[in-house]
């Protein structure tokens, strides 16, 4: 049997210390969820870090968590609060993360940074060469592992990799400002299947490689010596019966077993049945658009005043990257604008903007999708955005508008919902007017469409498909050897 390995910066679990006793947790994201489908049916391992560094725990606790994780058939990865510090807080978020999302004024191109996210992409490389038998597959996810693939093929060339890149691939003058953007490049050309979310970022990537190295390239094709490598778009879907099944499960729930969140909202209507909810929901990161939001809303209601007192922005910010300034700077900025809000357009009994910074238990983020009149997702740059796929799934009745920013990956699934460019505040404060006065008809028939092809292709399917091409991939390889 050949096994599939997965290789990504951390592992399905993460883990968890209660009065001096360790354990593991599930982790629920669209990425866990669709490689456990996999994963398991290719007995494969899955190679990752934990979450926390080795300084955290003893070591005779930390051999505890490795056997742990063994039995559920993960590999780990330790790393060192130095190299969380320099590999992931800095060469991956504060080098990859800005440049991959066009903000070239954050990136920071510490040599330091570089070293480490060499070393440490060693180490998941090794780690994964450990665990390879002849004619196994291996799948290494994201910006956080880029040399992987370039340095298993090195020590084993007849393995067949396959990477996938969760972000946005940036054009090639974009690109090009990376001073290593040659050995990151070389890196993911180690993999005989790379994939992304959307068919522009793998035409940027093709791009980058024809410009920096001149490789012959015949469609999704780049031949390179001896072997070929080939370039597609994986549009990464979500557990689509998940969401929608907790939605049904949401809105049949008798009083007594309604959250509170639950009941505060519905409170909401029953004071004010004519209240509409636009929903908002990101980690709090400056790719998201969050203030291009909040100023939007805020011209909608300086130029509708009848709407006033009639629509709300639930806004749910998810802690993300704390150690990074600019995402404090972002959250000082954001806490300033929804005050501003509040205060200006605020009464009594009226709260423009609902604003929670944390994360909450799924439960209530079903209820927050399957209660909110519209969702307003306005990404100045976005892989995927999973949250609006979330969005859809979760619409029971069938009604509901999406508002969503054409720089995303999602848009090219979404042709049917309203499509804005989130710097332009005028044309977003008008798309929010169309949609909360959009017909039920015509929300139903439009939700409908993006129903179906959400449903169709759901995170199964995507990962199905992208281990599909891998093996056809593995024949493709074997007839340009033996030509
Ligand atoms: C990266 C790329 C790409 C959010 N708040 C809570 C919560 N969430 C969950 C959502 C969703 C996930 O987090 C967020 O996924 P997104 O895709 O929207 O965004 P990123 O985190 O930036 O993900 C992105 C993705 O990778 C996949 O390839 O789409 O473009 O940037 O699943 O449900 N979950 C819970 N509580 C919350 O408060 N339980």
Redesign the pocket.
Known sequence: MNKLHIVSNRLPFSIVTQQDQISLKPS????ATGMKSVYKDFEGRWIGWPGVATEDFSASDFEKIDTMLQKEGCETVPLSSYEVETFYEGFCNRTIWPLFHYFNQYVDYSPEFWESYVKVNQKFADKTIEVIDDGDYVWVHDYQLMLVPGMIKKKRPDIIIGFFL??PFPSYEVFRFLPWRNEILEGLLGADLVGF?TYDYERHFLSSVRRLFGYEISFNRIHIEERIVLADAFP?GIDYDKFHNAALQTISKTLREKSQLHQELEKVFFVSPERKLILS???L?YSKGIPHRLRAFEKFLEKYPEYRTKATLVM?A?PSRNSVPQYQQLKREVEELVGRINGLYGSVNYSPVWYFYR????EN?VELYSMSDVALLTPVR??????AK?YVASRINQTGVMIISEMT?VVKEMAEAIVINPNNEDEVAEAIKQALEMPVDEQRARMAVIQNRLKRYDVFKWAEQFVASLKRIAQIQRDFISK
């Open positions: 629920v994201g669209g990425l969760h972000i979310h990464m929901i990101d980690r990161d749910l998810v994360s909450l238990p799924f983020l976005d892989g995927m955005n999973l949250v979330e990956g």
